[in-house]
């Protein structure tokens, strides 16, 4: 029986984009949740894409297997959030067809 490990290595290897696109979809999801845990324990979040990616490899010497994902502060909220502007969900969640 093949193991999950091997399963994994193999569509590693044989499609260069996978591991990219597992990365980021992983540290995404990771990323969700620890935005989740935070508000669970009553601290807030802001995710953010808009930074200097290398910037941030140089100052935090991120050895070269990481790609950076996202970066997100954690911290006590100074001010109550403002309402958020973003699609409603049946906005932007598509039910069983486009
Ligand atoms: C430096 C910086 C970079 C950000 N980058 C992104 C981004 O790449 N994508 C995104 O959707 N929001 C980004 N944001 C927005 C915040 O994550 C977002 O506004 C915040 O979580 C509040 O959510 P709201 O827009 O629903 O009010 C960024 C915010 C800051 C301060």
């Not at 996978?18 to 995710?47: F, H, T």
């Not at 297997?65 to 973003?86: D, F, H, M, Q």
């Amino acid at each position: 029986m093949t193991s999950l490990i091997d399963q994994i290595e193999s569509a590693y290897a044989n499609v260069p984009t996978v591991p990219r696109d597992e990365a980021i979809r992983n540290a995404s999801l990771a990323a969700m949740q620890l935005m989740l845990a935070a508000k669970a324990k009553g601290l807030d979040s802001c995710p953010m894409g808009g930074y200097d990616a290398d910037q941030f490899v140089e100052a935090f010497s991120v050895p070269e297997r990481y790609i950076p994902v996202i970066l997100i502060a954690i911290g006590k909220a100074a001010v109550p959030a403002r309402p958020s502007e973003r699609f409603s969900i049946d906005e932007t969640v598509i039910w069983n067809s486009f």
